[in-house]
């Protein structure tokens, strides 16, 4: 049986009015007493090698306006895939065609074993979409939501409450059950949104920017139940994120899209290892202190205002001992000191800089 995505729930998804995102500071080139590598952790594992999603060559433009320019994915069944990329990159486009809501106009997509374009009604009853807005139906309570959308998967009337009452439940939703949801908080709206795409028992999850607007709680016990839904049902999910920690939590494999197309692909210590940016912060007391520190390191870069030297570092145990030791040889004691390894932020400004910014990124 096939049973489509009810229509708009994921057609509804819009154009989010966010600040773009400025350059980072370039970190200088690697100093000689920091030389070891950088001791990675050991990325999620993927769990199969049959692709629940791939595509090769999607192509999408709007009029002249060119905003997918031949991408390629593979995506193991059971793992999370996050797709990173500014406003505007095309990253609900990319979720809109995989999910059949809108036709490429070049290249092939296969989608829980189906070509988007030719059994579109079969992908279309393997997968569950949320939209980058909550889809709910203010007029009617949760219940009603959930039971609606059982009826539109032909469940049966038992199976459809059961069914209900189980993600209401899951969703921690049980006691705003019959409220209407014209009353409900934001982060109500997107949980009750993704229980009500769950209702399908999709294999395939596509959501976009699923944590936008939620509090911290609220987006953990979102990430809690996206990760349950890959360790317990082995669900694929396919997610857009402007949280770079949400992707770094949740994802085995993140891409970057950016003017058309993904400039990098990689798990997040891969991509995080691409960048330069790691350095250890050394505070002084003094000027005297810190021009002696500076004099010591090569390619450190001191901060005369607020009395601060930063050297390039890979974050590792040797690099920190090395400085340490000549620190200690020089005779010089900083007050403080801090390791900053580059984190997601990092990657996604770097790679994602505009040409003006470009200057900035080695
Ligand atoms: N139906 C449409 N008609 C014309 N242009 C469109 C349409 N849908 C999207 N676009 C354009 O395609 C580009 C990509 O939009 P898309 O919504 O895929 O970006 P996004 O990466 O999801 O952005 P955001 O982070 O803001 O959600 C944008 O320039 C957008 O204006
Ligand atoms: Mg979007």
Redesign the pocket.
């Known amino acids: 049986m096939t049973v489509p995505p009810p229509a708009g729930r994921a057609s509804r ?1 819009g ?4 600040a773009g995102a400025s350059a980072p500071t370039a970190a200088p080139a690697p100093a000689g007493a920091a030389t070891s590598a950088v001791s990675a952790t050991p990325a999620k594992s993927t769990k199969s090698a049959i692709s629940a999603i791939s595509a090769s060559g999607l192509r999408k433009s ?2 002249s ?1 060119v ?1 997918l320019d031949g991408i390629d994915l593979h995506i193991p069944e059971g793992s999370v895939f996050a797709l990173l ?10 979720v ?1 065609i995989l999910s059949t809501l809108i036709g490429a106009d070049g290249g092939r997509a296969r989608v829980a074993g189906h070509d988007v374009a030719r059994e579109a009604d079969l992908v279309r009853g393997a997968i569950g979409v949320t939209g ?1 807005f909550a889809a709910v139906d203010n007029l009617l309570n949760a219940e009603e939501n959930l039971l609606l959308m059982a009826d539109l998967h032909h469940l049966e009337r038992r199976e459809g409450r059961r069914r209900a009452a189980a993600l209401l439940e899951r969703f921690e939703l049980s006691e705003a059950a019959r409220k209407p949801v014209s009353s409900f908080s934001g982060g109500m709206r997107r949980k009750l949104d993704l229980a009500m795409t769950l209702v399908g028992s999709p294999r395939v999850l596509f959501l ?2 699923p944590t936008t607007g939620l509090d911290p709680r609220s987006r953990r016990t979102m990430w809690e139940i996206i990760r349950g839904l890959v360790a317990d049902e082995g669900v694929t999910i396919f997610l ?1 994120t ?1 949280y770079l920690e949400e992707a770094d939590q949740l994802a085995d494999r993140i891409a970057v ?1 950016d003017h058309g197309t993904l400039v990098a692909e990689g798990t997040a210590e891969e991509l995080k290892r691409r960048i330069p940016g790691g350095h250890i912060l050394l505070q002084f007391a003094d000027g005297g202190q810190l021009d002696a520190a500076t004099e010591l390191f090569g390619a450190a870069a001191p901060d005369t205002d607020a009395l601060t030297l930063q050297i390039p570092s890979d974050g590792g145990i040797p690099t920190l001992r090395a400085v340490l030791d000549v620190l200690s040889a020089g005779e010089v004691e900083p007050e403080t000191l801090t390791v900053r390894t580059p984190d997601l932020d990092d990657v996604f400004l770097a790679l994602t800089a505009r040409p003006d910014q470009k200057e900035t990124v080695r």
Do not use: M, S
């Not at 154009?15 to 966010?18: L, S």
């Open positions: 998804a154009r989010a009015g966010r709007y009029g306006k905003v990329g500014p406003n505007g990159a095309g990253k609900t486009t990319t809109e980058q976009d920017e857009t402007q899209l």
